[in-house]
């Protein structure tokens, strides 16, 4: 998930978010000194920090799942700690795989410090959950449907090709962060029950999110020969498959393919809201959320329409305005 919640939209969370951040801080500059490694050059890569001017709803989305359950307050704070260090690791892991042809002398870094996040992250789960706890079986799913859904993109992501809605539902398999978190919260509020119908709400709000991060992240996409279903889209309309590169793309304003990425957008968040409605748990402020991106995607679905090539050079950022839902 993107940088697309503003602070003062989520200001409730800001106080607990910035502890976090010292805290994930502190404990990996103890770990790294033991190694003496760079841990600041390192840590974060072009951003070095949880909180910029916007808070990242991969930071946001267990305070959603959690705010209205009943777990006490050392709990969610060593929760949240855990759930730093492990998206942390999932996600520079992905950005390695994706990044290291842009600069193959960083791998080595790179992997100590996915060792050093894994090896964190795993410490404070294991403080969390004993051995027995229901919460591992989840926990060896969701990274075995992670690493499955890696080599498929490794693998069919590679070539420009035509996309079925199977493919598209596969986008769901890398949400492993969310779908552990969502388990761990679960489980820690005696909502087991609740699971599968979490993961779900997760692969649709992951596969809406990827849709307009695709066309946000064309650029790198194309740099790194990994064909979205936005940049497959492009080349089959615009019949550039042999002359595809920045200033084509961008000289041929694609709108169609802009158009059909934000209608799967919009589908997969209409899905998302659908399968809400059947919680015992209150999701009301990623409901919020949800409602109030949906109606800056159909806003950006408009303007590609008439200004694709803003769209295309900005991204749908700029065009999107989260901090407040009663603009309708």
């Not at 808070?55 to 989305?61: A, G």
């Not at 693998?155 to 769901?172: A, P, Q």
């Not at 919020?288 to 109606?295: D, G, I, Q, R, S």
């Amino acid at each position: 998930m993107d940088n697309r919640s503003q602070l003062g939209f989520y200001s409730i969370y800001l106080e607990d978010i910035l502890n976090l951040e010292i805290k994930f801080n502190q404990t990996l500059s103890e770990l790294s000194d033991k190694i003496d490694f760079p841990s600041e050059k390192w840590i974060f890569n072009k951003d070095k920090r949880f909180i910029k001017n916007s808070i990242s709803v991969t930071v946001l989305f267990p305070y959603w799942l959690i705010e209205s359950l009943p777990i006490k307050k050392k709990v969610k704070e060593d929760l949240m700690l855990a759930g730093a260090f492990y998206s942390r690791y999932i996600l520079t892991l992905d950005s390695t795989m994706d990044d290291t042809q842009k600069d193959p002398q960083q791998l080595p870094n790179r992997l100590i410090l996915i060792n050093i996040l894994q090896i964190k992250a795993m410490e404070l789960l294991r403080q969390l959950f004993p051995s027995d706890s229901p919460f591992w079986k989840y926990y060896d799913k969701y990274m075995l449907e992670y690493w499955k859904s890696v080599a498929w993109e490794k693998e069919h992501s590679s070539r420009i090709r035509r996309w079925c809605i199977t493919d598209i539902e596969r986008i769901g398999g890398k949400s492993a962060p969310f779908k552990v978190a969502g388990a761990a919260i679960a489980i820690l509020a005696n909502k087991e029950e609740e699971i599968a119908k979490l993961e779900k709400l997760i692969e649709y709000s992951q596969t809406a999110i990827q849709m307009i991060d695709d066309i946000d992240d064309w650029k790198d996409d194309l740099i790194n020969n990994n064909y979205s279903y936005f940049l497959c889209e492009t080349a089959y309309e615009t019949k550039l498959i042999e002359d595809f590169n920045h200033e084509s793309i961008i000289k041929s304003s694609p709108k169609f393919a802009l158009t059909k990425t934000l209608n799967y957008a919009i589908l997969y968040i209409k899905k998302t809201l659908n399968i809400m409605k059947n919680f015992t748990i209150d999701l009301k402020s990623l409901k919020e959320y949800l409602v109030l991106l949906m109606y800056n995607v159909e806003n950006v679905k408009r303007l590609s329409i008439i200004f694709p090539k803003a769209i295309l050079s900005y991204g749908t950022s700029r065009f999107m305005d989260l901090q407040e839902i009663n603009k309708k």
